[in-house]
């Protein structure tokens, strides 16, 4: 059984019936949809057509909200609903990074993630999802799209150009379009105005240069109303990945550190020191942006072992752990075992550094973020690039100063490729687009991206040349780090930030 949607925009008159009965039905807060119509309109005055479509969630077969939320908050019903237990939910937002159709909001007075459930509180008792009862052009049918005898089943093989949203993403959805055109259904095909039909924007329009808009923007075709997303993931996120890169580097340069034949206490001690330290304020970011943060412990108790939410929790426990043995073996007088604890330790660390490709990878509504062939060696470069940049104040070593110039300048690279390199679908070559718009800082005239790929290499190659120069001072080198890592944040903001700035609804 599988329920779903087909919605006649032959019919479809733009009245928001819908809408309005649905945030009456399920409570929905002042400014936050389940259901909202979009409007486009095509042509030059005087020709001129207005088309609408009503966007929802498409309750799909492989709902990728399930699969990458944590704490199984999400899950697919056998009728076929995804349905939401908003008791369940820890407000970590991951399930909005991972819907394709922008379907899922945040509930800012209980921090739940909220979506359509296809009124299954009505279907439940026989009824009808309240949208379709109210609508005055019966353009909202629902049924069941594994009954082959069901109006929808119907509807769908008879109706020449039927069409389902972003078919491309693999989902598997069951909202079909008839009669809808393609500027309704192919998010960033149309401008975006500044301001909508009948109201202010709660969100800027999509920053695009005007060569990108062209680029990417069907001529006289512009999007006159519809619902603004948020960004949800922003400067927690881009820190995370900071400080998870100092952590996961230091670790993996320490069996390599003491193959130096030179006894030496930072040696001995500072890369897991670091990688503990900076473990912790890794899992104090994670904490903080969750809008239920005292259910962080449901990661670990009612755990969703698709998720890699999931999998990273238990990578940074077990790295934290033999992290942990390894200073204890030491200060117990064991060293050979500590030293082979360390290479041992290369397999958390490495794993800690990369698992957040995987993550991204599961954000499906993220195209810029898909590319795990070449996400997966950037996250280790940048941890090996920042994790010896702050162990070089404690390891002034010019070997070490020298290769951590050298993943600098490789960052350096594989950010430009990101940048500039050859992203497959519409989406993601809008977001890359987008990399070079996203301020430095709110106001500032600076890109991120520039001023963040400049910083890293320019400090990295700075603390180079004082190694060099002989002088090993512990202070400026770790002012050479701090500007690093100050470099990999911005760069992350810019990354992070751009790939959800393309519109996805």
């Known amino acids: 059984m599988q329920y779903g949607f087909v919605l006649d925009q032959r019919r479809c008159i733009g009245c928001h019936a819908c809408t309005v009965a649905c945030k009456s039905e399920n ?33 799909c077969t492989s709902a990728p909200c399930v699969t990458i939320c944590p704490v199984v908050a999400l ?27 922008d379907a899922l909001y945040l509930n800012e007075d209980s921090g739940s993630a909220e979506k359509c459930h296809f009124c299954a509180h009505r279907v439940e008792q026989g009824l009808k999802p309240a949208c379709e009862v109210v609508c005055p052009e019966q353009a909202i049918i629902s049924g069941d799209f594994h009954d082959p005898h069901s109006q929808v089943s119907l509807l769908i093989r008879e109706v020449e150009g039927a069409q389902v949203r972003r078919p491309e993403q693999g989902t598997g959805p069951n909202v079909w379009y008839l009669g809808a055109h393609s500027s309704t259904l192919e998010p960033g095909s149309a401008t975006e105005p500044t301001t909508y039909l009948w109201s202010d924007r709660r969100q800027p329009p999509p920053p695009l240069s005007p060569a990108d808009a062209a680029r990417f923007h069907t001529k006289d075709t512009s999007v006159v109303l519809d619902v603004d997303h948020r960004v949800h993931w922003g400067t927690r996120v881009s820190a995370y990945l900071v400080t998870k890169g100092i952590a996961a580097g230091a670790a993996m340069w320490a069996p390599l550190l003491a193959l130096d034949a030179t006894r030496d206490p930072m040696r001995d001690y500072a890369p897991e020191l670091l990688a503990l330290l900076f473990t912790a304020v890794t899992t104090v ?31 940074l426990i077990a790295f934290s752990a033999l992290s942990t043995v390894i200073v204890l073996a030491r200060l117990c007088g064991f060293e050979r075992l500590a030293g082979g604890l360390r290479w041992l330790n290369l397999v958390p660390g490495s794993m800690a550094a990369a698992y957040t490709a995987f993550l991204f990878a599961q954000c499906e509504g993220r195209d810029l973020w898909q590319r795990t062939n070449v996400l997966l060696p950037h996250l280790l470069v940048q941890a090996l690039w920042v994790g010896g940049a702050a162990l070089l104040p404690f390891v002034p070593d010019a070997r070490l100063a020298v290769t951590v110039f050298a993943f600098a300048a490789l960052h350096h690279l594989l950010g430009l490729l990101e940048r500039f390199g050859r992203h497959h679908g519409s989406n993601a070559q809008q977001a890359a687009a987008m990399m070079a718009a996203v301020p430095a800082w709110r106001g500032a005239r600076r890109p991120a991206l520039q001023l963040g790929l400049a910083a890293g290499t320019g400090a990295s190659a700075l603390a180079l040349l004082l190694v060099l120069g ?36």
Request: aromatic share 10%.
């Open 75 to 101: 899950h697919k019903r056998p009728d076929g609903i995804v349905d939401l237990d908003k008791d369940v939910c820890i407000g970590c937002k991951a399930c909005m990074q991972a819907c394709p159709y």
């Open 27 to 59: 409570d929905v807060p002042l400014g936050d949809f389940r259901t909202w119509v979009k409007y486009a309109e095509v042509g030059r005055f005087p020709q001129v057509r207005r088309h609408f479509a009503v966007l929802r969630c498409n309750q």
């Open 285 to 315: 970011l994670l904490v903080a942006d969750l809008k239920r943060p005292q259910k962080f412990l449901s990661l670990l108790l009612r755990p969703n072992w698709r998720s890699w939410l999931v999998k990273g929790a238990v990578v």
């Open 470 to 505: 002989g002088i090993t001072h512990a202070v400026p080198l770790l002012l050479c780090a701090l500007v690093a890592g100050l470099g990999l944040f911005l760069y992350e903001q810019a990354y992070v930030r751009a790939g959800q700035l393309a519109p996805i609804s």
